[in-house]
């Protein structure tokens, strides 16, 4: 059920991405509120584990930058993400060595870079009774680099990110709001001898973030 809700974001992510550019072209630029001439935006934001009591099991801190490009948003970033192993992956212990006691709680690192499109709507305006209200979505592929603390082995391998957010727009450069991330990247070590398969060296990363982000718009 956990995999299948992770999907499920994904999907719902990319279709929210490639929605129809005339409904959202009669939408939002029927909002007082509609701003349009920024084509730059700068984004800092900082996650934590959904889990409020494990909420330190997964941290990240990424910056992202758009270009606006008609309709769509350019979107790139670069996570820094942190996490308690069995949070991040399930254990191959042909890839790492080592047993799942062993591993499950030390913490290791991703860094992530990623590019791809984004989308911004105004539908948020809709339901909630306040101004200025706005959401994003991006899709991106990734290419993520691991390193797994206990045994030093690095991993690295494509994969893609999905970013839902929603923003406060407070003043006309800058905005404030919440956002979700769920990244997914299946990666795998040098080969240690010519025996060795790809899937006998492999992991897969998955993780769901949530938080805080501060855009700023040129």
């Known amino acids: 059920m956990k995999n299948l809700i992770k999907i499920s974001f994904v999907i719902f992510s990319i279709i929210l991405v490639n929605s129809s550019k005339a409904y959202d072209d009669v939408l939002l630029k029927s909002e007082s509120s509609y701003v349009s001439n920024h084509e730059n935006r700068f984004s800092f934001m900082i996650g934590v584990n959904p889990s409020i009591n494990k909420a330190q099991d997964v941290t990240n801190l990424s ?51 990623g590019a791809g499109i984004g989308r911004e709507s105004h539908y948020i305006q809709n339901l909630l009774p306040f101004k200025d209200l706005y959401e994003y979505m991006a899709a991106n592929i990734t290419y993520n680099m691991y390193r797994e603390k206990t045994t030093s082995q690095n991993y690295s391998g494509l994969g893609m990110i999905a970013k839902f957010s929603t923003y406060k727009r407070f003043a006309d450069y800058w905005s404030f709001g919440g956002q979700f991330i769920y990244s997914i990247a299946p990666v795998k070590r040098a080969q240690n001898n010519v025996l060795e398969t790809s899937s006998s060296r492999s992991l897969t990363l998955s993780y769901l973030t949530v938080g805080f982000d501060l855009s700023i718009y040129l």
């Open 63 to 113: 910056a992202s930058y758009g270009k606006k490009m008609e309709e769509f948003w350019f979107d790139s970033n670069l996570l820094i993400t942190n996490g308690v192993f069995n949070k991040l992956t399930t254990n191959n212990p042909t890839a790492t060595g080592l047993t799942s006691i062993q591993l499950q709680d030390t913490k290791s690192t991703i860094t992530t870079v």
